[in-house]
């Protein structure tokens, strides 16, 4: 599986973003999908997974109620729609997948099997 993130860029705070992740193989419709994001001189940190149905989502606390992860199988695609941006979102954010339905263990990364290569995230105050 190869991943392929866009739609990052630069954000006034308060504004808003859609991710997405475009995924290349035949088993991006039964893989959990991931996305984490790493901000300049911390760790890459968990911001939300949806399992491979759609049918269940998870969220880090940071991203509960201004974020919402999607999918389309058909498109082989996953999105992260970011409202309410904050300063403190700027990152880099990747997706990742994992060769697996459902969702235990998905908030570590090194559960992932798959990543894609990041798109810039800058919340402007």
């Known amino acids: 599986v190869q991943l392929q993130a866009s739609g990052g860029g630069l954000v006034q705070a308060g504004g808003s973003l859609r991710l997405s992740c475009a995924a290349s193989?035949?088993?991006?419709?039964?893989?959990?999908m991931g996305w984490f994001r790493q901000a300049p001189g911390k760790a890459r940190e968990f911001v939300a997974a949806?399992?491979?149905?759609?049918?269940?989502?998870y969220y880090a606390d940071s991203a509960k109620g201004r974020f919402t992860i999607s999918r389309e199988n058909a498109k082989n695609t996953v999105y992260l729609q970011m409202n309410s941006l904050k300063p403190e979102d700027t990152a880099v954010y990747y997706c990742?997948?994992?060769?697996?339905?459902?969702?235990?263990?998905?908030?570590?990364?090194?559960?992932?099997?798959?990543w894609g290569q990041g798109t810039l995230v800058t919340v402007s105050s």
């Open positions: 949806i399992i491979w149905s759609g049918g269940s989502t």
């Open positions: 990742a997948a994992r060769n697996t339905r459902y969702y235990s263990g998905s908030l570590s990364e090194i559960r992932y099997d798959y």
């Open positions: 193989g035949r088993t991006f419709s039964s893989s959990v």
